[in-house]
């Protein structure tokens, strides 16, 4: 059975920086291409930023671009998003997602994830 861990969340002030970390475990599954995704409140799930084992891209949101980076440990299975100067707007729970290879017409569509993790708050607030 495929399990997605996400860690890391927790309150932080504007213009503060915060590490999350998401690990994929158990079963016999190629985590070919992860993810990040986030939900505020009464918005719907946005993209955030996705790569794939290869790695010789990380796609980002526009609203994240310059200060989120995401990186992939393959031998662990893990991938980890660190933000900089974040923003109230950031505020959302964030969460992993793992597939197979996606095309990269698919990377930023939620749907195309088969495995999630159950999320991890981050807020930002003064």
């Known amino acids: 059975q495929v399990r997605v861990e996400e860690s890391g969340g927790r309150s932080v002030p504007p213009g503060n920086s915060l590490r999350l970390g998401c690990k994929v475990s158990?079963?016999?599954?190629?985590?070919?291409?992860m993810a990040w995704f986030r939900q505020a409140p009464g918005k719907e799930r946005e993209f955030v930023a996705a790569?794939?084992?290869?790695?010789?891209?990380?796609y980002y949101s526009d609203s994240v671009k310059g200060r989120f980076t995401m990186s992939r440990d393959n031998a662990e299975n893990a991938v980890y998003l660190h933000m900089t100067d974040l923003k109230p707007e950031d505020t959302a729970v964030y969460y992993c997602?793992?597939?197979?290879?996606?095309?990269?017409?698919?990377?930023?569509?939620?749907?195309?994830?088969?495995?999630w993790g159950r999320g991890t708050q981050v807020t930002v607030s003064s």
């Open positions: 790569n794939r084992r290869s790695g010789e891209t990380t």
């Open positions: 997602a793992a597939n197979g290879r996606l095309i990269l017409s698919a990377l930023r569509l939620s749907s195309m994830y088969n495995y």
């Open positions: 158990g079963g016999n599954f190629n985590t070919n291409t």
